[in-house]
């Protein structure tokens, strides 16, 4: 009787839905794990999460993100993890600086042009149809394909290096140059 109740929990556990929750940069300059400071649970707002994004989460920089020019996020982990990365709305050309770390991204990513991007390796772990890569034309360094998903480039890609261990990428026309 104990196992079988133990084996239902866990069977109803693993089947429950993920939730995502939408996480919204504001404050200006700062680190990615500073989430008491930076990470909003609205655009704008002052209720902060209570932990960094994780693979199931969204993560927005919009117009209440950043409040003059030269303001940057450093990502200070070694693994950075969202499912989704949006720069729509984003205004005075901010800096992303994560040079020591790995940004995985599960779903899509949103750049756009003005901004700066100096990622080392950037993951796309993506694991369904529709995700998109919209660069911006800013430069990257590597990138690597590892989930199931197909992705779409929406623009075009300047990179030193693309490695696809699977899913597909099926609209490779990558301009790959020393960055």
Not at 89 to 95: A, K
């Amino acid at each position: 009787l104990i196992r079988k109740t133990l084996a239902t929990l866990l069977l109803t556990l693993t089947l429950l839905p993920v939730s995502a929750a939408d996480y919204f940069w504001v404050g200006g300059t700062g680190n990615w794990s500073d989430y008491g400071n930076h990470w909003s649970t609205t655009s704008g707002g002052t209720i902060f999460h209570n932990a960094i994004p994780s693979l199931n989460d969204h993560v927005y920089f919009d117009a209440n993100s950043f409040t003059a020019a030269g303001q940057s996020v450093t990502f200070d982990n070694t693994f950075i993890y969202c499912l989704n990365m949006d720069f729509t709305g984003v205004q005075f050309n901010p800096s992303v600086n994560g040079l020591l770390s790995k940004l995985n991204v599960y779903g899509s990513l949103t750049l756009i042009p003005g901004m700066s991007w100096s990622v080392k390796r950037t993951d796309f772990a993506g694991t369904g149809s529709g995700l998109t890569l919209t660069t911006a034309g800013l430069p990257f360094d590597t990138l690597y394909f590892t989930g199931s998903g197909s992705y779409g480039l929406l623009d075009a890609l300047n990179c030193k290096s693309v490695f696809i261990n699977n899913g597909s990428f099926p609209e490779i026309y990558c301009f790959c140059s020393a960055v």
